[in-house]
């Protein structure tokens, strides 16, 4: 069930790093929402930008839905600008979010730049069933860190300015050999070349993996098609309501 | 009470409120979202012959008020077509109109011959606007008065089915296009399709669309589609089904009064894919403000 | 240094960035505001042989990120042109480019010779694109590759400045006419013109311009433009000066990149009559970012 | 001298019945303003609406300028949502204002709904120059009414809530009949068709008067040709340079 509504904003603010974060009050939506799931948002009344733009839920709570983003163009500029009491037009929660019902004892949560955001939704639902986290969270330096939160967590920069210098990848490849022992799943989201990194680590160690994936969306309701990807039985998958969460061994990878 | 029905061909629609070809799915994928038995009707997403795997990504760029697509149809075929998205049509009362694209001429009358019998199929939209390989220079049937006549008299030979035919804007008189379609037959024009156009990344120099052209669509096009409207109104004597850039009740009345019996939206359903619907409200409310019968009525008043 | 020289025709300009006709008067009217040797050229308003009042009121429609004009073409008229207007170009270094429009193909080529010795008078601009009354059925001379090439010939034939050809995209194949243009001897091309649009107040039913069609500009029709561009770039040899919708920095470098060898700004001199000169900075500052001498190194420089 | 700058709101506030006033700090415009210019102010950052909107010029102080505005449409609704300290960009100031050279000892105002804007700034100078001022203003309703900081205030409602019911052109015929002992001046601002009947009254009368035009404009600084009025010579003027303040006597009228 998806709703479209006109959500009032709790608070909008800048948080560590370059990352904002909102919260909204949208019951309707909340309840229906799991981790992995995004809206899509209407960042102007203007009708310019024309298109909403696609969030994944942050942080979930009965009544509140909560976003982490970057300003990067016109469409999140105009999002920072908001303050608290305005109200925004929000359709969620879309797509399909992570599955958990596989068991499992430990998740290895890797995030890539604000990838990290539907990973914290996931990461409290995984501590309420009492699994045991492994944040790895990379950036290309520390300002794109954000870690608030998270339980376990090893850091990993391209510029070396936090934690293990390098690509969060080669972390994970060393937590994976030692961490072999317990069932584990990997879940994980950020840039494409990250995913397809990650993806092929779990295979090497035959961990199940997740990926959330990315996509330009025009509508983020199915009807569009600007946003698939290929997978390998031959077939092409919507990302807005078939993904973003795939298996990571569905996916044909670009290279 | 307002009389929002309106004839189109055969079809009389309980009102004058489609939805674009593309912008939609079949519906099914909105179902949750919105009463599809509320809409006048529902024009699917374009079928070819063969599958298609459709282009490399991006497929679509944002521009100022509008936005280029160059999805390529990806759709599964006529045949799986028929088999996997047609029996969901018998789950509603709504007409639903199959938007068909050939890349030759003669698959314009095998896809009406293949849809004439399929539950549910209510008429047909012929997409003469898709870029064609056999065809010269990248010209589209679309420019051509010619083609689009020969494609027009296939289709009508081969279906029973009300039959619309839908024109591109890109064109130097519209008048000549809509005046071929009508006198080969069509009980209906569409208009406009989008417009090729182009955007540039400065970042990359690379365009845009992996496609690099796309055709542009979205409220920015607006006044060219309604021009078009306006110019073929008073042109042809059959009905014209609007649109280009219908986000909301405004802009349809705006096709509506230009000379339109019908509108569809297209773009304007990935901005709020409850549109439609709420635009079917704004028009009941705007014919009772006015003192108005028949939406009918408005077709065409524009005071000149 | 960056060097932001280009060359149009006999013209060697000192930066890309010129004015669109219609939307700068002769730049008088904005001394205040900028400084007109900044800039690369100014294109003046379109003057006729005969003074034209123009059309009636509202002659103007503001339409979701773009607008409708139908001026009309007023003006005093060559004569009237030449005695108050032209004095004012012998007080700046910038070359001031004089858009000429006809209502029959002979009003070219006289408007050419009365500006031959006009002191001050840098180049030609040729408005093909204005509606002809004598012309069949509301075409106009840009549609018809024949009149083009005539228009051209006869300019050509009558002056030794600098012509532009100014083009409509409002065609089903740019390119034809562009080569018309380009054999006929224009020095260069200037695209695109208005799209001819509609809008409807749909509380009194009327059209939003008095004159119901007008020309569609401004950011709107950007993508349009840029595939012109594109199209005709990639057809002739001669410069291209690209326009439609360029407010800033980043549309302008679009167009270049997208084959134009100068631009030009229309509707944003409306929005800010200071974006010319912003312009040439912005480029200016893209040349250095990216390690580029030469801003003609961008033309053209689409990586497909 | 035209300056186009990014101006901070000092305040932004309903006044009464359906004005809005708002205050901004921009002193090189003020330096060189006059009652009866205007300024073009943009609405929205966004690029749409794409073109400024004329506003004339409500008040005057040395480092700020005042406009009264009247909600109507896209450009209005978002200048009533900016709020104190935000900026705006506002060019001005632009055309030509009221002349008030010639010896006169009287003038008379007229203003029809929001054109008691320019007025404004005109009766204050026009009281520290000591002249002698009655104001008449004229509108549908008494919530178009704006008659705050006025002298000598005469109201006319088409329905009669407030003062004279009638035409306020009706109000001037009296008061000029009255009158017309002291050389007196009309300004007025309105709608044309008020115009038009005022300067019909200042010509039997025979009293000199200037009107402030109206009309759609694309650019406000003379280069578009949108806002042409006829002149009875048979020329055509410019509202946006060549007015918006005209002699009525120059005017030929549509009807
Ligand atoms: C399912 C999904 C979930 C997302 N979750 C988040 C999130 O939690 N936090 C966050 O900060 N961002 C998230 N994004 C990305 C976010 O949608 C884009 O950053 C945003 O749309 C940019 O809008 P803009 O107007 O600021 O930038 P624009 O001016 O539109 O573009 C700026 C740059 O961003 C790129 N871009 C724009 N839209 C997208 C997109 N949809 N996907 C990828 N790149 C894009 C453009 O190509 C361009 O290079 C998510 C995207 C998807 C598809
Ligand atoms: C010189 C001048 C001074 C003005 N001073 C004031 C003022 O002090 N206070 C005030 O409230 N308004 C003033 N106006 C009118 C003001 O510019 C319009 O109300 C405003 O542009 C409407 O913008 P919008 O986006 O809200 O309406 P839109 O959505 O653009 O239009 C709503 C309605 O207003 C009409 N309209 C739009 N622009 C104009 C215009 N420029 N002139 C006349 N009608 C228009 C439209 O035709 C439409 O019917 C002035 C206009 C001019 C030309
Ligand atoms: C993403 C997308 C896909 C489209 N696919 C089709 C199609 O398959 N067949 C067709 O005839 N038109 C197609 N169109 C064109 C629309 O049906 C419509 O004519 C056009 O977009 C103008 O309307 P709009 O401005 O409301 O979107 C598509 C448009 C978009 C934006
Ligand atoms: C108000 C207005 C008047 C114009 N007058 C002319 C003209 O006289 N001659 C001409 O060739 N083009 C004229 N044009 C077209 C512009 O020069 C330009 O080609 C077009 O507006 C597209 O550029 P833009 O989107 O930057 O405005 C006019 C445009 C506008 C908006
Ligand atoms: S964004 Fe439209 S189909 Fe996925
Ligand atoms: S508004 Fe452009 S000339 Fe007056």
């Not at chain 2, 293949?114 to 990248?138: F, I, M, Q, R, T």
Request: charged share 25%; hydrophobic share 40%; aromatic share 6%.
């Amino acid at each position: 069930m998806r709703i479209d509504t006109n959500a009032r904003i709790i608070y909008n603010k800048q948080v560590s790093g370059e990352y904002r974060n909102m919260k909204i009050y949208a019951p309707r939506i909340a309840r229906h929402a799991r981790p992995g799931q995004f809206l899509n948002i209407q960042t102007s009344k203007t009708g310019r930008p024309l298109l909403r733009r696609p969030m994944s839920i942050h942080k979930l709570s009965p009544a509140g839905l909560e976003i982490l983003y970057k300003v990067r163009g016109t469409g999140t500029s105009l999002l920072a600008q908001l303050k608290k009491g305005m109200e925004i037009q929000v359709l969620g929660p879309l797509g399909k979010g992570f599955d958990i019902k596989a068991p499992f004892t430990t998740a290895i949560l890797v995030g890539g730049g604000y990838g990290i955001s539907p990973l914290k939704a996931l990461h409290d639902l995984l501590k309420k069933k009492r699994k045991k986290i492994i944040t790895l969270i990379g950036a290309k330096n520390s300002k794109l860190i954000y870690k608030k939160g998270f339980t376990g967590v090893k850091v990993a920069t391209e510029d070396g300015s936090s934690g293990t210098k390098g690509l969060v990848t080669r972390v994970l490849d060393r937590v994976c050999c030692s961490g072999a022992k317990h069932p584990a799943v990997i879940f994980a989201c950020g840039p494409d070349r990250m995913l397809e990194a990650v993806a092929k680590i779990a295979g090497k160690y035959n961990i199940p993996c997740q990926v959330s994936l990315e996509a330009l969306m025009g509508c983020g309701t199915g009807v569009c098609l600007s946003c698939v990807c290929k997978k390998k039985d031959g077939r092409q998958a919507r990302v807005c309501v078939d993904g973003p969460v795939f298996k990571a061994g569905e996916i044909e990878w670009k290279t | 009470m307002e009389n929002l029905k309106v004839k189109i061909g055969k079809l009389l629609l309980k009102n004058p409120v489609m939805t674009a070809s593309g912008t939609f799915g079949t519906g099914e994928e909105l179902e949750d979202l919105l009463d599809l038995n509320k809409l006048g009707a529902v024009v699917v997403k374009g079928v070819t012959l063969l599958a298609r795997e459709g282009n490399p990504l991006p497929r679509i760029a944002e521009t100022p008020s509008g936005m280029l697509n160059a999805i390529g149809l990806q759709n599964p075929g006529i045949d799986a077509f028929i088999k996997e998205k047609c029996p969901f049509f018998l789950r509603y009362k709504v007409p639903f109109i199959v938007n068909i694209s050939g890349y030759q001429e003669k698959e314009y009358g095998l896809l009406a011959e293949k849809l004439e019998d399929v539950p549910g199929v209510a008429g047909l939209e012929v997409n003469v606007s898709c870029p064609n390989v056999n065809y010269s220079h990248g010209r589209i049937f679309a420019k051509d008065p010619g083609a689009v006549a020969r494609i027009t008299r296939l289709v009508r030979k081969n279906t029973k089915k009300t039959v619309i035919v839908k024109l591109s804007p890109e064109i130097s008189d519209i008048k000549i296009i809509a005046r071929a379609a009508e006198d080969a037959g069509a009980d209906a024009l569409s208009l406009v399709n989008t417009i090729s156009g182009l955007a540039v990344d400065t970042v990359t120099r690379k365009p845009r669309l992996a496609n690099i052209i796309g055709g542009l669509s979205g409220p920015a096009i607006k006044p060219i589609g309604l021009r078009c409207v306006w110019q073929v109104y008073n042109t042809v004597k059959i009905p014209i089904v609007g649109m280009g850039g219908i986000c909301g009740t405004e802009d349809a009345l705006e096709y509506l009064i230009a000379g339109a019996s019908a509108v569809a939206v297209g773009t304007g359903n990935f901005i709020d894919p409850q549109s439609t619907v709420r635009i079917v409200d704004g028009i009941k409310k705007y014919l009772k403000a006015n003192g108005l019968k028949n939406v009918s009525d408005l077709t065409g008043s524009l005071q000149v």
